[in-house]
C-alpha cells in the first residue's frame, strides 16, 4: 500500500474520544470537544445495579441528547456495564430513546468490578458472554448495542473464541482495547488483534489503545487497516487538541491559549459542581462553542468575555473577575479536578518535574494560577510542544498521583 494511500485512509478514519471513569465527566468532555474536535466522545461507564441508577440518572450523565452541534457539541455514546443483564436492559431502553445505540462494558479489569461479575468479568466464560450479549441484543434490537472489549482475560488466546460468538451478534460496532484484562495498562496495545477483529466481523471495528501522535496512528493502523475508526484515552489528556492535530500537523497551541483553555477547564468544573444545570443550557446557548477564526485571533478576550457570561449565571458568583486570581477561591473539587487534568498535561510538556509538582501541591487556587504563571512564561510563546514523552509514562501506569487509573477501567 503506498504512502499517500494510508495517508488517506487514516484521515477518513472516526477518531472519539474514549470512555474514562473519573475523567471523562461532562465538563471535560465539553472542553475537549472545544479544543480538539473529536468525531465523537463516550461517557465514562455508568454502573448499572439494581438500586442504581435508582429513579434518575444525574444530569450530567448525557447532556449531550439535548444538545446541538453548533454548540460545539459532538455526538456522545453513553457506555453501561452491569452484571445482570435485566438491569442493563432497564436503563438501556431510556437511552435508546435518544440515542442510536449504547456501548456495554466488557474490559473493566477493577478487581471489585470483576469480583461482581461485570466488566472484562464477562471475557472469562465464553458462554456466559455469549448469553449475556444476546439477551440484551434481543430485548434491545439488532444495531443498538456496541461492545467494548479486552482481549480476554488472562491471555490473548482467548480472543479467537470470543470472536467466533460477536461474529454472529448484530451489534453497531465493537471497540477493542489491545490488551488483556492480566495487563491492565502495562506493555503495549496489540492491534494485530484488532485487525483481525476488523477483517473478520461484519460491523464497524475500532481500535483502542497507545494512539498518542500522528506517527503512532500510522504504525497501529498498519497492524489493523480494515479498522472504521480509533478512540484516543490518555493521548488526549496529555495532548486535548490531540484530534485536531491528527487533521492538520501544523496545528500550534501558544502559551496564552493552553494557559486559558486551563483556566476555562476549572471554570467548567466549578459551573458543573456549583449548578451542574446549568451547565447544557449555557453550552446549548452557545457560550462554549468553538471560537470562530476571528475570536481565536483574540482568544483572551473571547475567554474573558465567556468567564463573564458563565459566571452571571451561577449567583454565588456573579462578582467574579477571571482575570484577578485573588478571587479563584473556588471549591475543592475543582480545584482537585484541576490538578487531575493538569498531572496529565504536565507529561506532554518537556518541563522540570519540580516546577509541575508545585501545582499539585497548590493549597489554594491562587497557588494553582500563581505556579502555573511561573510555568507558562517558560513555556515557547507560539506552541507549548504538548507531545508523547514516554519517561513521564509513569503519570498514566497507575503508581503515584493517579494510582487508581490501572484499577478504573
Ligand atoms: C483513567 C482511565 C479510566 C478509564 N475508564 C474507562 C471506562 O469507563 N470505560 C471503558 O470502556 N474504558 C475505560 N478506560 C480505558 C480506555 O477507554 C482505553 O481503552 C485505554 O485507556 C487504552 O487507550 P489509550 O492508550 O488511548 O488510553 C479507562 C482508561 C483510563 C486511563
Given at each position: 500500500?503506498?504512502?499517500?494511500?494510508?495517508?488517506?485512509e487514516?484521515?477518513?478514519l472516526?477518531?472519539?474520544?474514549?470512555?474514562?471513569?473519573?475523567v471523562?465527566?461532562?465538563?471535560?468532555?465539553?472542553w475537549?470537544?472545544?479544543?480538539?474536535?473529536?468525531?465523537?466522545?463516550?461517557?465514562?461507564?455508568?454502573?448499572?445495579?439494581?438500586?442504581?441508577?435508582?429513579?434518575?440518572?444525574?444530569?450530567?450523565f448525557?447532556p449531550?441528547?439535548?444538545?446541538?452541534?453548533?454548540?460545539?457539541?459532538?455526538?456522545?455514546?453513553?457506555?453501561?456495564m452491569?452484571?445482570?443483564?435485566?438491569?442493563?436492559?432497564?436503563?438501556?431502553?431510556?437511552?435508546?430513546?435518544?440515542?442510536?445505540?449504547?456501548?456495554?462494558?466488557?474490559?473493566?479489569?477493577?478487581?471489585?468490578?470483576?469480583?461482581?461479575?461485570?466488566?472484562?468479568?464477562?471475557?472469562?466464560?465464553?458462554?456466559?458472554?455469549?448469553?449475556?450479549?444476546?439477551?440484551?441484543?434481543?430485548?434491545?434490537?439488532?444495531?443498538?448495542?456496541?461492545?467494548?472489549?479486552?482481549?480476554?482475560?488472562?491471555?490473548?488466546?482467548?480472543?479467537?473464541?470470543?470472536?467466533?460468538?460477536?461474529?454472529?451478534?448484530?451489534?453497531?460496532?465493537?471497540?477493542?482495547?489491545?490488551?488483556?484484562?492480566?495487563?491492565?495498562?502495562?506493555?503495549?496495545?496489540?492491534?494485530?488483534?484488532?485487525?483481525?477483529?476488523?477483517?473478520?466481523?461484519?460491523?464497524?471495528?475500532?481500535?483502542?489503545?497507545?494512539?498518542?501522535?500522528?506517527?503512532?496512528?500510522?504504525?497501529?493502523y498498519?497492524?489493523?487497516?480494515?479498522?472504521?475508526?480509533?478512540?484516543?484515552?490518555?493521548?488526549?489528556?496529555?495532548?486535548?487538541?490531540?484530534?485536531?492535530?491528527?487533521?492538520?500537523?501544523?496545528?500550534?497551541?501558544?502559551?496564552?491559549?493552553?494557559?486559558?483553555?486551563?483556566?476555562?477547564?476549572?471554570v467548567?468544573?466549578?459551573?458543573?459542581?456549583?449548578?451542574?444545570?446549568?451547565?447544557?443550557?449555557?453550552?446549548?446557548?452557545?457560550?462554549?462553542a468553538?471560537?470562530?477564526?476571528?475570536e481565536?485571533?483574540?482568544?483572551?478576550?473571547?475567554?474573558?468575555?465567556q468567564?463573564?457570561?458563565?459566571?452571571?449565571?451561577?449567583?454565588?458568583?456573579?462578582?467574579?473577575?477571571?482575570?484577578?486570581?485573588?478571587?479563584?477561591?473556588?471549591?475543592?473539587?475543582?480545584l482537585?479536578?484541576?490538578?487531575?487534568l493538569?498531572?496529565?498535561?504536565?507529561?506532554?510538556?518537556?518541563?522540570a518535574p519540580?516546577?509541575?509538582?508545585?501545582?499539585l501541591?497548590?493549597?489554594?487556587?491562587?497557588g494553582?494560577i500563581?505556579?502555573?504563571?511561573?510555568?507558562?512564561?517558560?513555556?515557547?510563546?507560539?506552541?507549548?510542544?504538548?507531545?508523547?514523552?514516554?519517561?513521564?509514562?509513569?503519570?498514566?501506569?497507575?503508581?503515584?498521583?493517579?494510582?487508581?487509573?490501572?484499577?478504573?477501567?
Amino acid at each position: 500500500m503506498s504512502a499517500k494511500k494510508t495517508e488517506e485512509e487514516i484521515s477518513n478514519l472516526s477518531v472519539g474520544l474514549a470512555p474514562m471513569e473519573g475523567v471523562t465527566d461532562f465538563a471535560t468532555r465539553l472542553w475537549i470537544a472545544q479544543n480538539g474536535a473529536p468525531d465523537f466522545t463516550t461517557t465514562p461507564f455508568l454502573r448499572v445495579t439494581k438500586d442504581y441508577p435508582s429513579k434518575r440518572i444525574s444530569a450530567n450523565f448525557l447532556p449531550e441528547i439535548q444538545l446541538s452541534k453548533e454548540h460545539g457539541i459532538v455526538p456522545c455514546i453513553p457506555q453501561l456495564m452491569a452484571s445482570s443483564e435485566d438491569d442493563l436492559i432497564r436503563i438501556a431502553g431510556h437511552f435508546l430513546e435518544k440515542v442510536g445505540f449504547i456501548d456495554i462494558n466488557c474490559g473493566c479489569p477493577s478487581p471489585t468490578v470483576v469480583g461482581h461479575g461485570a466488566g472484562s468479568s464477562l471475557l472469562q466464560n465464553p458462554d456466559r458472554f455469549s448469553e449475556y450479549l444476546e439477551r440484551i441484543i434481543s430485548a434491545c434490537g439488532a444495531g443498538k448495542i456496541s461492545v467494548k472489549m479486552r482481549l480476554g482475560f488472562h491471555h490473548e488466546n482467548e480472543f479467537a473464541r470470543l470472536l467466533e460468538i460477536l461474529r454472529n451478534l448484530p451489534l453497531a460496532r465493537l471497540t477493542v482495547h489491545g490488551r488483556t484484562r492480566a495487563d491492565r495498562y502495562t506493555g503495549s496495545a496489540r492491534w494485530s488483534f484488532i485487525g483481525e477483529a476488523a477483517r473478520r466481523l461484519p460491523y464497524p471495528v475500532f481500535g483502542s489503545g497507545d494512539v498518542v501522535s500522528a506517527s503512532s496512528l500510522q504504525t497501529r493502523y498498519k497492524d489493523a487497516p480494515q479498522v472504521a475508526g480509533v478512540i484516543i484515552g490518555r493521548g488526549a489528556l496529555r495532548d486535548p487538541w490531540i484530534f485536531a492535530r491528527l487533521r492538520d500537523p501544523s496545528l500550534r497551541v501558544g502559551k496564552e491559549e493552553f494557559r486559558l483553555r486551563l483556566i476555562q477547564f476549572i471554570v467548567l468544573q466549578e459551573v458543573q459542581a456549583l449548578a451542574a444545570e446549568t451547565l447544557p443550557e449555557l453550552a446549548g446557548g452557545g457560550i462554549f462553542a468553538f471560537p470562530s477564526e476571528s475570536e481565536r485571533r483574540n482568544l483572551r478576550e473571547f475567554i474573558l468575555k465567556q468567564l463573564n457570561a458563565v459566571f452571571c449565571k451561577v449567583p454565588s458568583m456573579a462578582n467574579f473577575n477571571p482575570e484577578d486570581p485573588a478571587q479563584w477561591t473556588l471549591g475543592r473539587a475543582s480545584l482537585a479536578r484541576g490538578k487531575m487534568l493538569w498531572n496529565y498535561l504536565r507529561s506532554g510538556l518537556g518541563v522540570a518535574p519540580e516546577l509541575t509538582t508545585r501545582i499539585l501541591r497548590a493549597p489554594t487556587w491562587v497557588g494553582f494560577i500563581e505556579a502555573l504563571d511561573d510555568i507558562v512564561v517558560q513555556l515557547p510563546e507560539d506552541d507549548v510542544g504538548l507531545t508523547h514523552r514516554p519517561e513521564w509514562d509513569w503519570v498514566y501506569a497507575g503508581a503515584g498521583h493517579t494510582g487508581q487509573a490501572a484499577e478504573r477501567e
